[in-house]
């Protein structure tokens, strides 16, 4: 029994040495995080580009319009003011004459105000290009089949990273 009481106490094993220790949960959360984030905000990009794309097609589409308004008004009023010119384009237009010009010289070319009808209408329109993301995240966070998977895989790096990380058994800390 005495002898139980003059050994010395045992010593704590020292903890083992962990190259990374916490570092490497929380790298696993952080990874999991910005896989969950990046696959939010590619989705709201992708959305956010169609919806600026669908914008400038219809600015592109009214600004067309607005040409078109402005060049009948000034017909019009060309009309109305009673211009020879545009009289006689009118007619040419609406009767289907022909002939610009009555006895046309040797030489002379053909008034170009008698063309007026027929530039009544703007030029079409210079549509934008369809905006595309075109990387692998993006694919990948966007696409119908992957996504999940992607998400998944981000949800399950954050729930390894905030697990608690388990030492010895024998070890009271």
Known sequence: MKRALDAPPEQPRPREHRPLGPVASWCFAAAGLAIIASVLLIDAQADLLVAEYERDRAIAAERTHVDRLEKHRTMLAALESGEPA????????????????????????????????????????????????????????????????????????????????????????
């Open 86 to 173: 545009a009289v006689r384009a009118m007619q040419i237009h609406l009767y289907g004459q022909n002939r610009l010009v009555e006895n046309p010289l040797p030489g002379r070319a053909t008034e170009p105000e008698l063309v007026l009808a027929w530039s009544l209408e703007p030029s079409p329109p210079e549509m934008p290009t369809e905006p595309t993301l075109d990387s692998t995240l993006a694919r990948l966070a966007t696409g119908q089949r992957t996504r999940l998977w992607v998400a998944l895989v981000g949800a399950l790096a954050l729930l390894f990273g905030l697990l608690p990380t388990f030492g010895d058994a024998n070890d009271p800390g």
